[in-house]
């Protein structure tokens, strides 16, 4: 069955055209619904007015974006001044979500390599493997790293019982507690699509460059790297973009002086000190930031592929 | 083959064993400087490992490898002169055509425009200068082809190693590509190992040919002494067709066997070393050393009859049967229809052979 059929003039009519758009409907639904329509009252909400128990009054301002970027004197009379307390808590999201990003790159990639160059037949084993500790809530694995990370904690017994350190090394609520629990909430999703660019790599070419003198590093650098630079993009995506939003690793390990953007934003919509538009202003600044950068790279990609084939 | 020419490679009691595995049996071989060299065989018969044990890929798990007389069966591949064009070529997709050919080069320790003069020259020999731009992707299968050839010959390797790298190409073009690759290998004078399964292939272009079967050199040599004096029944049924005819040695006199068929018939022919009275072996006969006749040239003509002929371009090869005995196939060029007649099914014909033409095998 074709789908078709020819009438006397000998024209193919597509019977099915009309069918084929109702079926599409269900994505065009679920696109609408879950991701344009929830942007759409955000973006609604961010130009409307607080209320003062949370929620909002129905007036439309720039009130939030301009508390956002603004100082204007705690009584809103003086002269403008760039407010740099939220700007810096956007600045450390970004350095924090990178440096999370960076140590991924560096454990997952080698990782991934490694199950890559498994026979085949034990691939599917250390994949599933790699995802068994993910099973388990986000909250927990996060509250379980902070006990993990303490003073008094099993790494400082370690490390001061094999002689390494004297005392307690401290890092539970600073920059680098985050950044380890940014990078272990989210290192499945920098091994995974490297892990398949990796499988898919051909890996003659390897033999082929070791062939014409290159060593290992070169190799590596040269051959191996350009050809699964798609995986580690994509990895570096999936990695960055929800640490830059996280809220549970820098509330749990980071404390009071590490908020990121994710924090602030949650703040907003709990309890009475809460103010719904200027967290729907934030939220969209940090989707417009991630969508600029996502678009950077798809473009730097597409330039990529374009010399590829 | 002068005993005085130059050893390229000399393979020694190599042996790759994976596991339980015998991979290769205790090779020996010698490869002259500037010799177009085959590997021929079946899937699976070791020749594309023991070529991967002279690029460095494979180790070696019992023997030595020498290069121009020093061992490299411990070296990495990439400290060894010897280049390889992979079977699927494993071109840098990233890279343009140019910047695969020179990368060789650079690795060596050119500076990039050092390196990148000697790729266009490379790729001048293989007539792809006008491409040299452009992404492997952009090119056909036989352009890609040559920017392997070229690169593994821009470093001025000591030794080029061939792994079937004319499989993936259509017919025609494979033939073309085996001529230029003769001619390429006489151009530069860099000795050539080329692994292929096609024997039609082996024998147009090499040298010598090593016929290699289970892990084992079946028989070495130059490609007419191969295809014309095969040592065994594998060599014989490998290379070319022929009629395998068993046989039981009879008498030997003189140098000339006389050998018994299946059905009572007699056929004499030259004794070999390793075959004796009253052993049971094959003999071959190429269907092109026989011919037809409707009437009776010698006592030793067998009558057979015509059973179909198949026409196959160039040649007509007809089946006859025996009645009792083996079934023979008789080669007869199209261009000699005028003096050697085509019978028709049914027809009873004698077939004929000049002494020589059949060649007793060693088991």
New interface residues.
Partial sequence: MTGGETNDDGVTTDTYAETRHWLLLPAWATLGIFVLLPVFIMLIYSFLTKEFRGGVVWEFNLAAYDQFFFDRGLFGDEPAKIEWTYISIFWRSIWQAGAATLMSLLIGFPTAYFIATQPEKSRPIWVFLITIPYWVNLLIRTVSMKFLLRDEGPLNDFLMNFGLIDSPFHIINTNLAVQLGLFYSYLPFMVLPIYAAVERY?F??S?????????KL?TLR??LL??VKPGVIAGCILVFVPSMGSFLAPDLLGGAKNFMIGSLIEEQFKGNAGNWPFGAAASMILLTMVLIILILVARHQAN?VK??? | MSESRKIAIEVRDAVKRYGDFTALKKISLSIYDNEFFTLLGPSGCGKTTLLRMI???EDVTEGDIFLYGDEIAAL???KRP???V?Q?Y?????MTVLENVA??VE??GSSKPEAETRASEVLELVQLSQFSGR?P??LSGGQQQRVALA??LA?KPKLLLLDEPLSALDRKLRKTMQLELKHLQRETGITFIFVTHDQEEALTMSDRIAVMSSGEVQQLGEARDIYERPHNKFVADFIGETNLLEISVHAINDGLATCHLVGGHILTCPAVDGVSVGNKVHLSVRPERLFITDQPTNAEGFKGKVLENIFVGTDISTLIDLGEGPGFTVRTSNSERGNKRIFEPGSEVYINMELGAARLLVD
């Avoid at chain 2, 494993?90 to 990233?94: D, S």
């Fill in positions: 051909n003659t070419m033999e082929a460059a070791a062939d014409l003198y290159a060593n070169t040269r051959i350009p050809a990529y010399g590829a084939s | 690029g460095g890929f990495p591949p990439n010897v280049n390889t992979f699927n494993a071109l840098f997709p990233h990368f060789g690795m060596r992404k992707s952009q690169r593994a470093p």
